[in-house]
């Protein structure tokens, strides 16, 4: 399983928005409880679109100005960038089927 990289406000720009390839963050607190139940499905989308996506996880307790910026209110909530920009999101748990569904979409 590949896990996806923290990133923090910190390292924003360099590990999101400057990347080429499509990159997904998954905006998630440690006691969120549907944020559990997501982080397997993304782990396993990590490894099934290695190469084409980068896979990267927020702690929105620990950042809270890219948290804003995005105006994400209730986790987990899934942001699809591409070239530096939002192309596609998810809000609360789904089931993967559907997670891979909207990020192929993201992805055209």
């Given at each position: 399983m590949t896990k996806p990289a923290d990133v923090s406000d910190a390292d924003w720009e360099t590990d999101v928005l400057k990347q080429e390839k499509p990159v997904l963050v998954?905006?998630?607190a440690p006691?969120?409880?549907p944020c559990r139940m997501v982080a397997p499905i993304v782990e396993e989308l990590a490894d099934e679109y290695a190469?084409?996506?980068?896979?990267?996880?927020?702690?929105t307790d620990d950042n809270p100005k890219t948290?804003?910026?995005y105006g994400v209110r209730s986790i987990p909530t899934l942001l699809v960038f591409k070239q530096g920009q939002p192309v596609g999101q998810i809000i609360g748990f789904r089931p993967k089927s559907d997670l891979k569904k909207r990020l192929d979409e993201?992805?055209?």
């Open positions: 998954d905006f998630w006691w969120c409880g190469g084409k996506v980068e896979f990267r996880k927020l702690n948290t804003m910026k993201a992805l055209t």
